[in-house]
């Protein structure tokens, strides 16, 4: 294992060992408090640009699920089809893994899909660094290569466009109600949720205008990176509202282009909310969810238009959870419902936008 060094923007250094791909990698450095399900965190296209850092300690000991597909194209164990996170980086990486799915080694799939890996860093320590100034940039350097420094890639950059189908995909073809689902970056279980409450998903780019076709509801899938790089989808979105009252639903980032789309601003969380334990409460009610989150920016609940209320709040910090249109169909939430992998407390979220089609 090769020497290197995390190199944050405010100066700050970690020394570990390399133990994925070795090449130098930068990238804005965000942290991850699950305790599990590092394959999906890894391919959800919504860690695009970001170097992932694991608080549980513990990481690689059940190894790598094969990277199978289902008949309707869907990974089987993944969200996507690569790893779209640009490192991984852990406090303990385990060298031998057991569990009965497993096929290979964390080290052995970073190495194959050209992701670099680091151990040995103490990440509660960088986590308290992280909490304290805010998510910032990084640096990942080979201490053997002290000159070859990368620049990161992240600021203005509009990771949506990177990661969206580049043309029209479509699941379960002929079924009765038929769903139009924009992808800013979408996790494969979000259209595994739709397909098995027996909708045709239709995946379009994420700049496609879908105005002129006929389909019974629309949904805003995930993604990376800043909303306001989307202009496109949202200009689309205002002008698809203003025609029609048919059911929207969003979810992560659909969560936030639907609130601009309903004259709301977005701003940058300190750290994010990346986790599979964040509670959120349903507004008017005391019914509390655990919802597994991944996303850094959050929904000026103060600035959303008259006919617009929040749906839900996170209880650690009071943030937009959520919000829904007070006369038509049209709701949508911060966290992911689909939760792979995570708690599945608000699947319901799904059958509450399918039953309104």
């Known amino acids: 294992m090769k020497n290197v060094t995390l190199l944050l923007s405010d100066g700050t250094q970690f020394h570990g060992k390399s133990f994925g791909y070795e090449a130098p990698i930068a990238g804005e450095v965000v942290f991850n408090t699950a305790m599990m399900g590092y394959p999906e965190s890894l391919t959800d296209p919504s860690y695009a640009g970001q170097l992932m850092v694991l608080t549980y300690p513990l990481v690689g000991n059940y190894g790598v699920p094969p990277f199978t597909f289902e008949e309707n194209g869907l990974p089987t164990f993944m969200e996507s089809d690569k790893i779209h996170a640009s490192a991984i980086i852990v406090s303990d990486y385990c060298e031998e893994y057991s569990h009965w799915n497993a096929t290979e080694s964390l080290a052995a799939w970073l190495k194959r899909e050209k992701v670099p890996g680091i151990t040995g860093i103490d990440t509660r320590e960088l986590t308290k660094v992280l909490r304290s100034h805010g998510v910032m940039m990084g640096k990942i350097i080979f201490d053997d290569e002290p000159n070859n420094i990368p620049e990161a890639d992240y600021e203005g950059v509009n990771f949506v466009d990177r990661v ?17 689902l924009v992808d800013c970056g979408v996790k494969a279980n979000i259209i595994r949720c739709l397909i098995n409450r ?41 002008r698809f509202m203003s025609t029609t009252t048919k059911p929207i639903c969003g979810i992560c980032m659909g969560n936030q282009l639907l609130a601009k789309a309903g004259g709301a601003t977005i701003y940058k969380l300190k750290y994010g909310h990346r986790s599979h334990n964040q509670p959120v409460r349903m507004v008017g009610t005391d019914k509390c969810f655990i919802t597994s989150q991944n996303h850094g920016y959050a929904v000026d609940s103060k600035t959303l238009g008259s006919d617009w209320e929040e749906l839900f709040v996170n209880m ?27 708690p599945i407390d608000t699947e319901f979220i799904f059958d509450d936008f399918v039953n309104s089609l």
């Open 164 to 180: 969206s189908c580049k043309e029209v995909i479509r699941y379960n073809v002929g079924a009765d109600k038929k769903v139009v």
């Open 198 to 238: 027996g909708v045709e998903v239709i995946r379009v780019p994420w700049d496609y205008d879908y105005t002129d076709m006929q389909f019974d509801g629309l949904f805003l899938a995930n993604g990376p990176g800043d909303p306001d790089t989307c202009e496109k989808t949202v200009d689309i979105l205002k």
């Open 316 to 342: 650690n910090d009071g943030s937009n959870e959520g919000i829904r249109h007070k006369h038509n169909p049209w709701f949508s939430s911060q966290f992911h419902p689909e939760a792979c992998s995570g």
